[in-house]
């Protein structure tokens, strides 16, 4: 099957509707009236075979995971998602693999109310991009640059469990299947905090926010950094009880503040939003506090401290093109 029947039998049929849509695929673009008033948040991120998946992962996984990443950045902004491109590489017409592809994007875009409105699709190594557009009202996105000193520091559930995912899918040969099915899970299928993301903008309890893709350590610096603040984290939060018995703690801080892929939010505010935040959202947890620089520190990061004592953890996170 050619290029053209692949779009008109798949992709076509992945649609949705969304509001402000006069046209969708098939012309050479796409045609969206914006609402007035609101402010569009409009992210992009790739996956890549070998670099953010690898072949064994069932193609209905991949489709949900290129859009929930993206949804993720969404979330992290505090925007209500409204429509989404779709750029596909495919090394060949495989009709199996895309009918499945397709039906894993389609059922989180139905899930999430967001619309595919237009792509592209080449042969070539495997690689999907997505572009999502949100909506937001002018003046609550959730940036990385609003963290005060004294903020809570908080994220929207367990991390490093993805981590361990990958992990038992690089070795088939020491894993126990029924052991790393939940954790696989969660490195396949994750969930975009969307409604947490809204809550938080909406209500404006949140003050900087963005979605641990790359792992805590690298992500939560960004905040740091865009803040000028410094993160006080509290490793008694990651012992690591959800996860694989046979991990060192070491290990254990390595996969939840370092591992990435979790697709949680981490995000700021003031202690006196966290009752009303967890009531909404129980997965919360609180892991540290933002303070200012002293006087004899030039660079915001992030202090790692085990009853209150500060230790020193060699972590780096996910970054591409790096040894
Ligand atoms: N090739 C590029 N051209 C322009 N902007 C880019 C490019 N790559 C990344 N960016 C921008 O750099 C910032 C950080 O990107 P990234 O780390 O991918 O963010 P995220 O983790 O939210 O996906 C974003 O604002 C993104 O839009
Ligand atoms: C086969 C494979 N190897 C490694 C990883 C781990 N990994 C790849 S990319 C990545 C970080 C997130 O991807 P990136 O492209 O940096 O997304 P962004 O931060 O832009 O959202 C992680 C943790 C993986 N998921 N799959
Ligand atoms: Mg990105």
Same mark, same amino acid.
């Given at each position: 099957?050619? +290029?053209f @029947?692949?779009?008109?039998?798949?992709?076509?049929?992945v649609?949705?509707q969304?509001?402000?849509?006069?046209l969708?695929?098939?012309d050479?673009?796409?045609?969206?009236?914006?609402?007035?008033?609101?402010?569009?948040?409009?992210?992009?991120?790739?996956?890549?075979?070998?670099?953010?998946?690898?072949?064994? @992962?069932?193609?209905?996984s991949i489709? %949900?995971k290129a859009?929930?990443?993206?949804? /993720?950045?969404l979330?992290?902004?505090?925007?209500?998602p409204?429509?989404?491109?779709?750029?596909l590489?495919?090394?060949?017409?495989? +009709?199996?693999?895309?009918a499945?592809f397709?039906?894993g994007?389609?059922e989180?875009?139905?899930?999430s109310?967001?619309?595919?409105?237009?792509?592209?699709?080449?042969?070539?190594p495997?690689?999907?991009? #997505?572009?999502v557009?949100?909506?937001?009202?002018?003046?609550?996105a959730?940036?990385? @640059?609003?963290?005060?000193?004294?903020?809570?520091?908080?994220i929207?559930?367990r991390l490093g469990?993805?981590?361990?995912g990958?992990?038992?899918?690089?070795?088939?040969?020491?894993?126990d299947?029924?052991?790393?099915?939940?954790?696989?899970?969660?490195?396949?299928?994750?969930?975009?905090?969307?409604q947490?993301?809204?809550y938080? @903008?909406?209500?404006a309890?949140?003050?900087?926010?963005?979605?641990?893709?790359?792992?805590?350590?690298?992500?939560?610096a960004?905040?740091?950094?865009? /803040?000028?603040v410094?993160?006080?984290v509290?490793?008694e %939060?990651?012992?690591?009880? %959800?996860?694989?018995?046979?991990?060192?703690?070491? *290990?254990?801080?390595?996969?939840?503040?370092?591992g990435g892929?979790?697709?949680?939010l981490?995000?700021?505010?003031?202690? /006196? +939003?966290?009752?009303a #935040?967890?009531?909404?959202?129980? *997965?919360?947890? #609180?892991?540290?506090k933002?303070?200012?620089?002293?006087? %004899?520190e #030039?660079?915001?990061?992030?202090?790692w401290l085990?009853?209150? *004592?500060?230790?020193?953890l *060699?972590?780096?996170?996910?970054?591409?093109?790096?040894k």
């Amino acid at each position: 099957m050619a +290029e053209f @029947s692949l779009i008109e039998k798949y992709l076509s049929r992945v649609t949705g509707q969304c509001e402000g849509l006069e046209l969708g695929i098939g012309d050479d673009c796409a045609l969206w009236q914006p609402p007035a008033g609101k402010q569009l948040a409009l992210s992009m991120d790739t996956l890549n075979l070998d670099v953010h998946f690898l072949a064994c @992962s069932p193609a209905h996984s991949i489709g %949900h995971k290129a859009l929930a990443v993206n949804l /993720s950045d969404l979330a992290a902004m505090g925007a209500q998602p409204v429509w989404c491109s779709l750029a596909l590489s495919l090394p060949d017409a495989d +009709e199996l693999w895309l009918a499945e592809f397709c039906r894993g994007f389609a059922e989180l875009a139905k899930q999430s109310g967001i619309a595919l409105i237009g792509g592209d699709t080449t042969s070539g190594p495997l690689s999907i991009t #997505v572009q999502v557009a949100g909506l937001i009202e002018p003046g609550k996105a959730l940036r990385r @640059s609003n963290a005060l000193a004294g903020d809570l520091i908080c994220i929207s559930d367990r991390l490093g469990e993805a981590a361990c995912g990958l992990d038992m899918l690089l070795k088939p040969l020491v894993t126990d299947i029924k052991q790393a099915k939940p954790f696989i899970k969660c490195l396949e299928y994750p969930n975009p905090q969307l409604q947490l993301g809204q809550y938080l @903008s909406e209500r404006a309890a949140g003050h900087a926010c963005l979605d641990l893709s790359d792992g805590l350590a690298s992500d939560l610096a960004h905040i740091c950094r865009a /803040s000028k603040v410094v993160a006080e984290v509290d490793l008694e %939060h990651f012992s690591g009880e %959800h996860l694989p018995k046979n991990l060192t703690q070491q *290990q254990a801080y390595q996969k939840q503040l370092a591992g990435g892929d979790d697709y949680q939010l981490c995000f700021t505010l003031n202690a /006196s +939003e966290l009752a009303a #935040v967890q009531r909404q959202f129980p *997965q919360v947890q #609180v892991i540290g506090k933002m303070r200012q620089l002293a006087s %004899h520190e #030039v660079t915001p990061h992030i202090e790692w401290l085990k009853n209150g *004592q500060a230790v020193a953890l *060699q972590l780096k996170g996910f970054e591409h093109f790096s040894k």
